[in-house]
């Protein structure tokens, strides 16, 4: 099943979902050495963003979060792509800089068709999301 999107940072990736209904403050939380959620509050607390299509509604707080984005990247534990409801420039900027594949505005609310462990392809480049094709 192929969705369409909006891209925001373009690129290709496959990965598996981690989904949340919680924004994400990249600074605070978000351990940019290992990919690990570290506040207690959130709703990913204790599991790893690295490697995962991460989908949460928008990020939050401080414009550092774009530089811990690209620090995630740097040590290898950034995630293979992101999906948001609604993007915003915090998480716009640190996918761009970190060329981490970003969409939002899909055309069906992606917390109504994915669920964690599902395997997807975000192909942002071409603008769609393809669900259980890995």
């Known amino acids: 099943m192929k969705i369409s999107c909006r891209t925001i940072s373009r690129g ?9 209904h919680d924004a994400i403050s990249f600074l605070g939380n978000i351990d940019p050495e290992t990919g690990e959620v570290v506040e207690p509050q959130h ?5 790893s963003i690295a490697g995962k299509v991460l989908v949460f509604p928008h990020g939050k707080g401080s414009t550092v979060g774009s530089y811990v984005i690209y620090q995630l990247f740097k040590n290898n534990v950034a995630p293979a792509a992101m999906i948001n409801l609604e993007s ?4 716009a ?5 970190s060329e981490i594949p970003l969409v939002d505005r899909l055309e069906t609310d992606p917390f109504e068709i994915l669920k964690n462990g599902d395997r997807v392809i975000v ?3 071409d603008s769609f999301v393809e669900i259980n094709t890995i």
């Not at 709703?43 to 599991?47: F, V």
């Not at 900027?93 to 800089?97: C, H, L, R, T």
């Open 43 to 47: 709703e990913l607390y204790g599991q």
């Open 93 to 97: 900027v640190g996918a761009i800089i």
């Open 123 to 125: 192909n942002s480049s």
């Open 12 to 20: 290709v990736a496959k990965g598996e979902v981690l989904l949340t």
């Open 88 to 91: 915003e420039p915090i998480v």
